[in-house]
């Protein structure tokens, strides 16, 4: 009862700390950016530093010294916690352009609006692009828009943009009793390896934070390539977590329940060559998942992708038609807001996706992309499994940032086998009916940043949940969360983090026995605010922290 009440008090005085920034941004109002209503009230819920600065405790685990440089705390094997701040538009550190306008449509007083606007982006598609890869922008300019089917971006450097994502600016309306994605962006795209380019890793150990190994050969390798570090997933590994046991499902016929296989959750790192030195390759992010030869070790190669680039969905309001009065059943109507496929340098900007199942979904083939003060409110849906994601970053080097949810089940979530880095910024969730983190089968590398959900946020062993998603992720770091339940459980081989988090910390709902994660300064908030811009800040200096959130970092 004593640790309850504690836990209830310190959530309070959170809360405060965070409702106290509306006040602070009207003295500091250059620190914080610009946005919709709700995307400053997502920000001030979670921006509590320049309150709490004075008196938030410290961590060990990641330390600001004077010069602005972090220190981390290594355990026994060199593991730390990872860097985060290459996620996001550009590798992180840059602001999402505002790309000209070259053709701009108005409502029409009926019909259907999605051939014309089709015919629109195809247009700029079609045009030369310039010497940044912008070919421009089709502007729906304000009023309401009906869209039976779907619209696709597929070519670089087009932009669909609106003009307000508010109930009186641009309002998208997906029609129709059809489960769909409203808008595409960039197709789907495989991967494929460069044949004789493979070089395996010769390091009997590779620490999950680090970002540099040796190799048997670099033939063929140079600063600047992209290559892919693949992680293979040997049947000894899933022995030693003990996904080729998992329970069955109560209730369940025998076998029912899918166990894990070897070669099933290989992991293949997207990254580029900074340096050579000898055999040594360094890179620009930390590999995420630890390189252990007793695990079957890791190799590199080279690879082709093609992907769309430069290209976004801005100041939009996107409503799916459904039939009133069946909130909770409804199902026959469109289903996901904006799906980024094979893209880099992508971004979804000031769009709210009302009564849709899932808001904006980062496919795995997307890369350096930014989600951006955008909300998800009140899907229609059945609430059960499957249904109601509101952000999900599935693929790498994601950022969701200033990001709000209402009614959603899994509003800041990655999916399976999702290899980081990701970031989740300053999000808010609201009357949610499940919880935040990594939903299935080995997430690594993703940061939760000032996250806030209402109900729970959980990392742990799932077990029979679904299929058999068993460990759901690794190398999972909650930086100043709250939330009214917080799960961190550590997997073999692997570590999760909990560090100056408000909530009540509980065990895992289908594994608690398990042992917990790191879990430091609970009930406190730490400094730095948040990692990711601290990160950033180390890396690139305080200017690129202004980029992404307008706060100012010393």
Same mark, same amino acid.
């Given at each position: ?101 070259? &053709? ?231 289903? &996901? ?29 997307? &890369? ?150 790191? &879990? ?35």
């Amino acid at each position: 009862m004593v640790a309850a009440d504690k836990h209830k008090r310190a959530f309070a005085a959170q809360r405060s700390r965070r409702a106290s920034v509306l006040r602070v941004r009207m003295v500091l109002p250059e620190f914080l950016p610009p946005g919709p209503a709700w995307s400053r009230g997502a920000l001030a819920a979670v921006c509590c530093f320049a309150i709490a600065r004075a008196t938030a405790a410290t961590t060990d685990w990641v330390r600001v010294g004077p010069d602005g440089r972090l220190t981390y705390k290594a355990d026994a094997r060199g593991n730390t916690i990872p860097d985060f701040s290459r996620a996001g538009y550009r590798g992180g550190g840059v602001a999402l352009p505002d790309m000209p306008v070259v &053709i701009k449509l108005a409502p029409q007083p009926s019909g259907d609006d999605g051939a014309r606007i089709q015919a629109a982006l195809d247009d700029v598609g079609g045009r030369a692009a310039d010497a940044r890869g912008f070919r421009g922008a089709v502007l729906l300019q304000r009023g309401t828009y009906h869209v039976g089917g779907n619209l696709a971006i597929r070519a670089s450097g087009v932009v669909l943009r609106g003009e307000g994502s508010g109930e009186d600016g641009t309002l998208m309306l997906a029609t129709g009793q059809k489960q769909r994605t409203l808008i595409e962006v960039g197709a789907r795209a495989s991967r494929r390896e460069t044949p004789g380019s493979l070089r395996r890793v010769t390091d009997a150990y590779v620490p999950w934070s680090a970002k540099s190994f040796s190799v048997e050969s670099v033939d063929g390798l140079k600063v600047g390539d992209r290559i892919i570090v693949h992680r293979p997933s040997t049947a000894a590994w899933i022995h030693e977590l003990g996904m080729d046991r998992i329970k069955n499902r109560p209730g369940a016929k025998a076998g029912e329940t899918k166990q894990w296989t070897a070669g099933g959750f290989d992991l293949h790192l997207e990254r580029t060559i900074v340096a050579i030195e000898g055999m040594r390759l360094t890179l620009d992010a930390p590999v995420m998942n630890a390189l252990d030869a007793k695990f079957g070790g890791a190799a590199v190669y080279r690879f082709t992708l093609a992907r769309a680039t430069e290209c976004g969905v801005e100041n939009l309001r996107l409503v799916s038609e459904y039939e009133k009065g069946r909130e909770t059943s409804d199902e026959a109507h469109a289903w &996901i807001g904006v799906a980024l496929g094979a893209v880099e340098n992508a971004w979804v900007r000031q769009v709210a996706v009302v009564h849709f199942s899932h808001a904006v979904q980062a496919d795995g083939a997307s &890369i350096f992309v930014t989600v951006q003060d955008c909300a998800h409110l009140d899907p229609v849906s059945q609430i059960t499994g499957g249904r109601r994601y509101s952000f999900s970053l599935n693929g790498q080097y994601g950022l969701a940032v200033r990001c709000h949810a209402r009614g959603a089940r899994h509003t800041f979530v990655t999916g399976s086998r999702v290899c980081g880095p990701n970031v989740f910024l300053d999000g808010t969730a609201v009357q949610s009916h499940a919880d935040s983190g990594p939903h299935h089968r080995w997430a690594v590398g993703t940061l939760y940043d000032n996250i806030s959900d209402d109900n729970q946020l959980r990392v742990q062993d799932r077990q029979w949940a679904g299929s058999g998603h068993g460990w759901a992720g690794a190398q999972q770091v909650l930086w100043n969360c709250t939330s009214r339940t917080i799960v961190v459980q550590q997997p073999p081989t692997a570590q999760n983090y909990a560090i100056g988090c408000v909530g009540q910390f509980a065990a895992g709902e289908w594994s608690p026995q398990a042992p917990r994660g790191v &879990i430091a300064s609970a009930g406190a908030p730490v400094e730095p605010r948040s990692l990711y811009l601290a990160q950033l800040a180390a890396r690139l200096g305080p200017a690129a922290v202004k980029q992404v959130s307008g706060e100012l970092v010393k």
